[in-house]
């Protein structure tokens, strides 16, 4: 079992940056993979970026590269998520996921976080 609790989220202006955490218990954090995934109101849960179980290999959301930034501490058991530039169309819930290989989809991840709300007011 992995547990996963996020943290840092809250109430910015467009144009502020926020970083987010994640940290994991359970197995051990250094052979899974992490993931961000987000879901606004009234929208499906959706990919933001990943990264691999050494940090070697990074996928982002097309529509996110440049703004976000994944990272990994491993002594840590934390995965970070830096978001730069924010505009009030980030406003979500953002999740945390952790699984055996990194992916781009849900169904790749077999554990997931409660979630930490990020809003961003223009």
């Known amino acids: 079992q992995v547990q996963l609790v996020e943290s840092g989220g809250g109430l910015v202006q467009a144009g502020d940056s926020l970083r987010v955490s994640c940290a994991a218990s359970?197995?051990?954090?250094?052979?899974?993979?992490m993931a961000w995934f987000r879901q606004a109101p009234g929208k499906e849960r959706e990919f933001v970026a990943a990264?691999?179980?050494?940090?070697?290999?990074?996928h982002y959301a097309d529509s996110l590269k440049g703004r976000f930034t994944i990272s990994r501490d491993n002594a840590k058991s934390t995965v970070y998520l830096q978001m730069n530039s924010l505009k009030p169309e980030d406003t979500a819930v953002y999740y945390c996921?952790?699984?055996?290989?990194?992916?781009?989809?849900?169904?790749?991840?077999?554990?997931w976080g409660q979630g930490t709300q990020v809003t961003v007011s223009s």
């Open positions: 996921a952790a699984g055996p290989l990194i992916g781009t989809i849900r169904s790749m991840y077999n554990y």
């Open positions: 990264i691999s179980s050494l940090g070697g290999t990074i």
């Open positions: 359970g197995r051990t954090f250094s052979r899974l993979a």
